[in-house]
């Protein structure tokens, strides 16, 4: 299964962890796996129409998925992916 | 430029002479360090180690904008304080301190935040900006100022044990808004972030060598590359950021 990062401020709402590894075909079906998983992630990861918020950033094996094919992009069972919400702090 | 030996002091020969060692690096980066001018909004644990390692490179002139007086809970990640400026405007402690470390770099200081009502004044001539401010709003100021102006900004934060730094060539790579079209809703107050030294001064750190690499042609900068650590986990990632062709404030160049 595509094994997930999960960056510091989602892990309180995911059990503590900072990587699950669960099932999806599709980043968007990784994620809404997610959510069934740690239902309390779905208000910092997803917006009102259930698409990644604007401010998190998702990468596939270190390639945005922007350059990939967003929300669709196909995945593998080795494929790492990392959730990362923008930060500012100095 | 031929630089000779006889350009620097034997006291700036010796206390340079580690770096000038570094294949690539000799004295004509050194020339080009001292000539240049960097920008940095606000001087505290990402931009105060920016300030403070540049400031031991040799770099020329700093400018380092930051308001507000020291308190107590700034004195476990802000290089440039010690306890004894508890009290004191950020900025004077700031110059003491980089004073103390290199009286040969020229330290200009504006005591207030960057907005968009000062930034002209605080980049101004400016060779290249740094960006280590706690609140997206001035981040995004200093991005708007570094594509205007067509020059490069190193762009590094945190959050608890995470960080990152990127560097930012107007015209070549993403932006800050490219990569971050929109700030987080939750994020609207500079206590926003929990945070523990070594995370900010890696990101500070890395920023530094990177506004030195940008400055004198020395070694590879991170354009178009994101280096993202969690100092938790041991995550450490050089990950691919690109441009965004309808970004606002980049998508014309």
């Known amino acids: 299964m595509p094994k997930l990062y999960l960056p510091t401020i989602m892990r309180p709402n995911a059990g503590g962890r900072s990587t699950v590894q669960l099932s999806g075909e599709t980043v968007s079906e990784l994620m809404h796996n997610l959510v069934a998983e740690y239902p309390n992630v779905k208000g910092q990861l997803l917006d009102a129409d259930g698409h990644v918020q604007r401010h998190i950033n998702v990468y596939v094996n270190d390639e945005d998925i922007r350059s990939l094919s967003g929300e669709n992009t196909a995945l593998t069972d080795r494929d790492e992916i990392m959730v990362l919400p923008a930060m500012a702090g100095g | ?253």
């Open chain 2, 1 to 253: 430029m031929t630089v000779r030996e006889q350009d620097f002091t034997d006291f700036q020969l010796e206390r340079y002479s580690r770096q000038i060692r570094l294949d690539g690096f000799g004295l004509e980066a050194q020339r080009r360090l001292r000539s240049s001018h960097v920008a940095i909004s606000r001087g505290g644990g990402v931009g105060g180690t920016i300030a403070i390692h540049l400031a031991r490179a040799g770099i020329g002139r700093l400018t380092i904008a930051h308001g507000g007086t020291l308190v107590p809970e700034y004195l476990n990640r802000m290089p440039l304080i010690t306890n004894e400026d508890i009290g004191r405007p950020c900025v004077d402690a700031f110059a003491d301190m980089l004073a103390r470390v290199n009286p040969d770099v020229q330290v200009r200081t504006v005591a207030e935040y960057v907005s968009d009502d000062n930034i002209a004044d605080v980049v101004g001539d400016a060779d290249l900006i740094a960006d280590g401010a706690p609140l997206f709003e001035e981040r995004y100021v200093m991005n708007r100022a570094a594509v205007a102006m067509r020059v490069p900004m190193v762009s590094g934060a945190m959050y608890d044990t995470e960080g990152y730094v990127t560097t930012i060539a107007p015209g070549r790579g993403p932006c800050l808004a490219c990569i971050y079209p929109q700030k987080p809703a939750y994020w609207n107050d500079v206590h926003i972030f929990p945070a523990i030294g070594p995370g900010p001064t890696i990101v500070g750190a890395m920023a530094a060598m990177e506004a030195i690499k940008l400055l004198t042609g020395f070694g590879e900068p991170l354009e178009s590359r994101l280096w993202f650590f969690d100092l938790r986990t041991n995550t450490n990632r050089p990950l691919k950021v690109l441009r965004d062709p309808s970004c606002t404030v980049c998508g014309h160049l």
